[in-house]
């Protein structure tokens, strides 16, 4: 069973610094999603990965993906408070079947004061 | 051009009860998936329709349903509610033409379920 897992699971940050989430998965798969949920909304895409050492910018945030070591990366850059919100890692794993099933990690809460 | 829509976003049930949620992809969307989140369990994937089929499905009990229209239009249905099935179910639908089914999905709103 794949397990995906994310740290830190809060993180407190202020403006202008820069961190990084990590997020480590079981077993193998080159397909992995960044995702934000603003408090009381749904989610948002942020970032697909398809390959080892694929990675994607967007603003302040960049996604990374190692296959080899199981982990991708978000990194924040001159933080803002408007990047307040909680966000998710997501990796699919093939069944038996072909299909892709993804698994969640639990989240990481991102608050940026100033 | 108009996102994905849930109906209703908001249904309290009790227990034993049955429910059934709808979901509106974008214009040329052809496929829609379903989640569902809790606190205690996170975000859970429940099934993806393409083309009025089931393509692929997380690992709920067989109360939980779904099919899709042919104007791919989705309902999710959930049979026997248990106080556990309260939660933020959502739905999100991707155009489907990249290889690998990897388009960037797009989520609705959510529907709240309460279950007494």
């Known amino acids: 069973e794949l397990k995906v897992e994310q740290n830190p699971l809060f993180l407190s940050m202020q403006e202008g610094k820069n961190y990084t989430i990590y997020c480590n998965y079981s077993?193998?798969?080159?397909?992995l999603y960044w995702y934000r949920q603003d408090p009381g909304k749904s989610l948002e895409s942020l970032f697909v990965?398809?390959?080892?050492?694929a990675v994607k910018q967007e603003g302040r945030l960049m996604a990374s993906l190692d296959t080899k070591a199981r982990l991708s990366t978000l990194h924040i850059t001159a933080a803002v408070h408007d990047l307040s919100a909680t966000y998710f890692c997501?990796?699919?794993?093939?069944?038996?079947?072909?299909?892709?099933?993804?698994?969640f990690g639990r989240g990481t809460s991102l608050i940026v004061h100033p | 051009k108009a996102g994905v829509t849930q109906t209703p976003r908001y249904l309290i049930k009790t227990r034993g009860q049955q429910v059934t949620l709808s979901c509106s992809p974008i214009?040329?969307?052809?496929?829609v998936s379903w989640y569902q989140q809790t606190p205690g369990q996170g975000l859970q994937f429940l099934f993806e329709?393409?083309?009025?089929?089931?393509?692929n499905k997380g690992n709920f009990p067989g109360r939980f349903s779904g099919r899709q229209f042919s104007n791919s239009r989705s309902e999710m249905n959930v049979s026997t509610l248990e106080l556990g099935d309260s939660a933020l179910y959502l739905c999100?639908?991707?155009?489907?033409?990249?290889?690998?089914?990897?388009?960037?999905?797009?989520f609705g709103p959510g529907t709240r379920l309460t279950v007494l």
């Open positions: 999100a639908s991707r155009r489907n033409t990249r290889p690998r089914n990897t388009d960037t999905q797009y």
């Open positions: 077993t193998t798969s080159d397909r």
């Open positions: 990965l398809l390959s080892n050492g």
């Open positions: 997501a990796v699919d794993e093939r069944s038996a079947g072909g299909s892709y099933i993804p698994t």
């Open positions: 214009s040329g969307h052809r496929s």
């Open positions: 329709y393409f083309s009025e089929t089931q393509r």
